[in-house]
């Protein structure tokens, strides 16, 4: 069995401040782990996957995560939020035989001015 | 590019018609999925096919069935549109070859039953 769990569904920064988007997995199996951005009225797009090459994953548009197996976390961050990062962030868990992918339920991240 | 269409961005339909959701992928990839969306629970598998004519119930199958006669074409069918069937459907692509393959996005069908 896997999930994944994103703590705040609702994170808002100030333009030019970190983002910090948190996930945590639970996997029976060494897990594979992505993060999916969603612009309005658009599906989704992948940001960045974590593949055990190494630990710090970097992605597009600046973003970059870490996978932390002690605290079976994926972190997102990127050091300095744009207006244009307003969208909707999904982490995503893979049952690696199935390729099925269970996903966090989102999190909105607005970009104040 | 791979590329993931679907056959309309809104649909509007009235409760008990059956309504067909169409999904095209153009990368030749085994894998094909229906989520739908809703707000604050994030995407739910309906259904996914790891090729043609071979299909598996997702986790909210319920009032939904799929077809995939041919590997580029996944559909999702409501048989008789309830009004708790209103969400957003997002299908997928992926393909097989290689380990960390992630999911095609298309745009999403936004289907309102009333």
């Not at chain 2, 992928?25 to 629970?41: A, C, K, S, T």
């Not at chain 2, 459907?89 to 290689?98: D, E, N, V, W």
Request: with cysteine.
């Amino acid at each position: 069995a896997q999930s994944v769990t994103q703590l705040g569904s609702h994170v808002s920064v100030s333009e030019g401040a970190l983002v910090l988007l948190r996930c945590n997995y639970s996997s029976s199996v060494p897990p594979y782990l992505f993060w999916y951005v969603q612009y309005p009225n658009q599906g989704l797009q992948l940001l960045l996957k974590y593949t055990s090459a190494a630990t710090l994953v970097k992605g597009i548009n600046g973003f970059e995560a870490e996978f932390k197996k002690s605290e079976t976390s994926f972190h997102l961050t990127k050091p300095s939020a744009h207006m244009s990062d307003a969208a909707e962030y999904f982490c995503a868990v893979v049952n690696t035989n199935a390729g099925k992918s269970t996903f966090g339920d989102g999190t909105t991240l607005t970009v104040k001015p | 590019d791979v590329k993931v269409t679907q056959s309309s961005r809104y649909l509007v339909k009235r409760t008990g018609e059956k309504v067909f959701l169409e999904c095209v992928q153009d990368m030749d990839h085994e894998n094909m999925f229906w989520y739908r969306q809703d707000p604050g629970l994030g995407l739910r598998l309906i259904y996914f096919s790891y090729d043609v004519k071979m299909k598996e119930k997702g986790d909210i199958p319920e009032g939904y069935s799929v077809s995939r006669e041919k590997k580029e074409r996944f559909s999702l069918i409501l048989e008789s549109a309830s009004t708790n069937q209103t969400s957003m459907y997002l299908c997928a692509s992926r393909s097989t070859s290689g380990r960390y393959n992630e999911q095609f996005f298309g745009p999403g069908t936004r289907l309102t039953v009333l």
